[in-house]
T-cell receptor, first 117, second 114 residues
């Protein structure tokens, strides 16, 4: 079965501390991987994506993620967070499963990142 | 380029009514996907349209339907509204056909069913 799991529902951190948001997936087919951020009362904004090539991908706002195929993980990291990073973060996967995957992203349950001063 | 736009942004309806939501994709994008977001179920895929054809559908009852026009604008319709249909409805557009590369999301329509 194809699924996406975000291991932490909430992550509190202090400003300027590093953070890692964890994402694992289960799949028997190839995947494309994404991280999105959602601020209150807004839609989803794409942070970064992995389609192919280097397993370390860099995105906007200083975020980066590493694709680990053997561990089926795609964890999101930022070396130093800011108050403005407080938001909900979603890991999303596109499974290459033919017609049933057209236009479909499968999302994790989300991780609420709260940055304290 | 202008982003994905959705109208209306907020909507209040009564049980049993029907509702139509609209989505205009990024210029040049031919794929439009719809998602329902609720606190309990998270983000769930409703359906996807490409070149006016529904290519994929999620596990939602037949009360949820959609269509896409020749200019790629899309609408979704929910008939016989239930309280559980209260949610944020998001549409997303993408430029590609076969594989789902990155999708760009609109701000959503917040539907409240009373």
């Amino acid at each position: 079965a194809q699924s996406v799991t975000q291991l932490d529902s909430q992550v509190p951190v202090f400003e300027e501390a590093p953070v890692e948001l964890r994402c694992n997936y289960s799949s028997s087919v190839s995947v494309y991987l994404f991280w999105y951020v959602q601020y209150p009362n807004q839609g989803l904004q794409l942070l970064l994506k992995y389609l192919s090539g280097s397993t370390l991908v860099k995105g906007i706002n200083g975020f980066e993620a590493e694709f680990n195929k053997s561990q089926t993980s795609f964890h999101l990291r930022k070396p130093s967070v800011h108050i403005s990073d407080t938001a909900e973060y979603f890991c999303a996967v596109s499974f290459n499963a033919g017609g049933t995957s057209y236009g479909k992203l499968t999302f994790g349950q989300g991780t609420i990142l709260t940055v304290h001063p | 380029k202008a982003g994905v736009t959705q109208t209306p942004r907020y909507l209040i309806k009564t049980r049993g009514q029907q509702v139509t939501l609209s989505c205009s994709p990024i210029s040049g994008h031919r794929s439009v996907s719809w998602y329902q977001q609720t606190p309990g179920q998270g983000l769930q895929f409703l359906f996807e349209y490409f070149s006016e054809t529904q290519r994929n559908k999620g596990n939602f009852p037949g009360r949820f339907s959609g269509r896409q026009f020749s200019n790629s604008r899309s609408e979704m319709n929910v008939s016989t509204l239930e309280l559980g249909d209260s949610a944020l409805y998001l549409c997303a557009s993408s430029s590609t056909g076969i594989r789902t590369y990155e999708q760009y999301f609109g701000p959503g329509t917040r539907l409240t069913v009373t």
